[in-house]
């Protein structure tokens, strides 16, 4: 588990310059979570905190019992695998092989392992063409999901991810979900920040916004997804099914709400038939 | 008039074993608002970068065929000049901006080019008027969000006049309000300006609202270039790898009925004709 208490951080060190004001949360083992908020919010400050990137001002992160403050980056990295934004910035070595087998070296693995998991994770990631090819060489969406593969190859229990689907095509999107549900259905513990609000809103059940700084909503997706005012405060925007089904219910045309994707296909699927049948009697 | 005129384009990168453009012929009329897509690596970046001239003139590689910008061949202009006529903006802000504060950092592509300073002055005050951003005028770029960044990269492209300007995925790290307002803001400047505008993006929803020509890049070559609603329409059968708006999706769903004749752009839209065909 991570166990976020009473957290507070300034870049500063000032206490009347925060970035983090007073998070608390749990993220419990095999849970999938979605992080939303505005530009700035401070919610890439508050992942950096879950492999001790960053250390508390004050307050506690405890990762699996233990005191991020009293554990060195690396020890806390074999546990959570942390994936920022703009790929291209983490990226040092000569090759897409070596970018991926960076991290498991570091880890003391033998060269024969280390080759059959790059292997495995470059074909999972589809990128075993690039195998020997500079990581500068690759488009933005594949550097994305080298970015990716290179902390999965460690095959840590939490895994965090900035951004994974901001700038990708559709192949590469439900690739990236298909992952997250594998890393999930495997026991493993997701965290995504993120501003796709259409993507969490068919894929993840529960949600944290931030605005400021602060943690303002701390529960289900749907339930978030129906407060607009809410979401236009944070800068976001209600997802399509949220919108279409306010605007039906508004109209008048739908009685209850949509329970998901499907549900909302299958009632506007209904809607449309009943006029067919009155059409025919 | 046509301000873009690309004629069988092949280009590959130096060092790499495929093309990155095939044969690729396109024309742009002044004034058109187009939004392009495709897969990742499809060559969408590439594109843009024989347009505004970085190839061939930064990125080296086996480059055939002609691009002209305004009856200029690119690959004979300097990049300076070309730059008078089209606007680049990067797809990372941080690769864009130079100097260290705001005011500084607009200004910097009009000093270069020798402006003097109260027309510099009344340039910058006019971009962060037109952008919304006056109050971070004075601001450091390091206190900016990332949003921000965004911004104020744009209005260093703003403040040069252009008049084409080519945004490759401006919004794949905006929260979506701002994405949204990035939109109609380009909308703005493409219908009161007749600003030619060439927006590279992955997220159809949003663009599909304000452009007006739907161009598909994969592997080099145009798979699809027809008006919006159209190339929506050919998108729920062929997919081309792009994201598909949830919209689109429903209509996919619903499309025997005959209630929709086109993928609705909008959830107002959607909304309007099926409550239409409910009245009757």
Sequence with gaps: ?281 | MKCIRIRGLTFKYSGCEWYALKNVSLDVEEGEFILVSGPSGGGKTTLARTIVGLIPHFYHGVYNGEVYVYDMLVSKTPIFEISRYVGYLFQNPENQIFMTTVERDIAFGLEFRGFNRDEMRERVRRVLKILNIEHLAGRRIDELSGGEKQKVALAGVLALNPKIIILDEPTAYLAPKSALELMRFLKKLNEEYNTTIILIDHRLDLASQVASRLIIVSEGEIVLDKPIREGFSEIVYKRYGVNVPTLVRIYEKVRRYGVFKHPPLSVDEFTSILKMYLKR
């Design chain 1, 1 to 281: 588990m991570i166990s976020v208490e009473g957290l507070y951080f300034s870049y500063t060190g000032r206490m009347d310059d925060l970035v983090l004001d007073n998070v608390s949360l749990e993220i419990r083992e095999g849970e999938a979570l979605a992080i939303l908020g505005d530009n700035g919010a401070g919610k890439t400050t508050l992942i950096k905190h879950f492999n001790g990137l960053l250390k508390p001002t004050k307050g506690v992160v405890y990762v699996d019992g233990v005191d991020t403050r009293r554990a060195s980056v690396s020890e806390l990295s074999a546990k959570v695998g942390v994936v920022f934004q703009y790929p291209e910035k983490m990226f040092f070595n000569k090759t897409v092989y070596d970018e991926i087998a960076f991290g498991l070296r570091n880890f003391g693995y033998n060269e024969k392992t280390i080759e059959r998991i790059v292997d495995n994770v470059l074909s999972i990631f589809w990128l075993s063409k690039y195998k020997y090819e500079s990581p500068f060489s690759l488009s933005g969406g594949e550097q994305r999901r080298l970015a990716i593969a290179s902390v999965i190859a460690w095959n840590p229990k939490y895994i965090i991810l900035d951004e994974p689907t901001a700038g990708q095509d559709a192949i590469q999107r439900e690739l990236i979900t298909n992952l997250i549900n594998i890393f999930i259905e495997r026991g493993k513990t997701v965290v995504i920040v993120t501003h796709d609000v259409e993507y969490v809103a068919e894929n993840f059940k529960r949600v944290i916004l931030m605005d400021r700084g602060r943690i303002i909503y701390d529960g289900e997706v749907s339930d978030l997804f129906r407060r607009r005012s809410l979401l236009e405060r944070c800068n976001l925007l209600q997802p399509t099914i949220y919108k279409l089904e306010s605007r039906l219910i508004e109209d008048g045309i739908l009685k209850d709400g949509f329970r998901d994707f499907r549900d909302a296909l299958r009632k506007i699927e209904d809607l449309i038939k009943s006029v067919k049948i009155d059409e025919e009697d």
